[in-house]
């Protein structure tokens, strides 16, 4: 019988969105738009789609610093279980890591013990992370480092204390 020795070289240890442990805490909500994995999610208080569900509730990436630090938040958006695309679509019904360890490609450079700023204006993909914020861009998340260290684009793994 053969081995295929090169099929841990062919896939990676981990993708974008990915839980990191397997003791995270996940709750849903429904896309209110486009929603990458890997992204952090807030609540949409203002859109409340036709037949909403209490238990699924809309949720979009943040546009200002109150969806991060406020009651808005949530948690960050998990890959989605499909071959065509991890991300989500409007309607799609999204299912977020709200506390334990996921993966994300953050925009700067990372060191363990980071503190995580997400980005909700600017340049860069809103929802996305990053140790800082350059300029009313970003806010922190309360609750999150880095535990794992990485360069800018690359996957680094966050933890959310509940």
């Not at 990676?12 to 709750?27: H, I, S």
């Not at 499909?82 to 490609?105: A, H, L, M, R």
């Not at 929802?127 to 800082?132: E, Y």
Request: charged share 15%.
């Amino acid at each position: 019988m053969a081995i295929n020795s090169s099929f841990v070289n062919s896939h990676p240890l981990a993708l974008k969105g990915q839980p990191a442990r397997p003791d995270c805490t996940y709750e849903s909500g429904v896309a209110s738009a486009a929603v990458g994995a890997g992204l952090f999610v807030c609540l949409n208080d203002a859109a409340r789609p036709t037949g909403y569900d209490p238990l699924n509730k809309p949720v979009r990436v943040p546009a200002s610093a109150a969806d991060v630090t406020g009651g808005r938040a949530f948690g960050f958006a998990a890959r989605k279980n499909n071959s065509v695309s991890p991300d989500y679509v409007q309607g799609d019904v999204v299912t977020v890591v709200s506390e334990g360890e996921i993966w994300v490609t953050p925009e700067v450079n990372v060191a363990v013990g980071d503190p995580v700023f997400v980005r909700y204006a600017g340049t860069g993909s809103k929802g996305a992370v990053r140790i800082s914020d350059p300029g009313s861009e970003c806010a922190q998340l309360s609750g999150a480092r880095f535990v794992s260290a990485a360069t800018a684009g690359n996957l680094a793994k966050v933890e959310i204390q509940g």
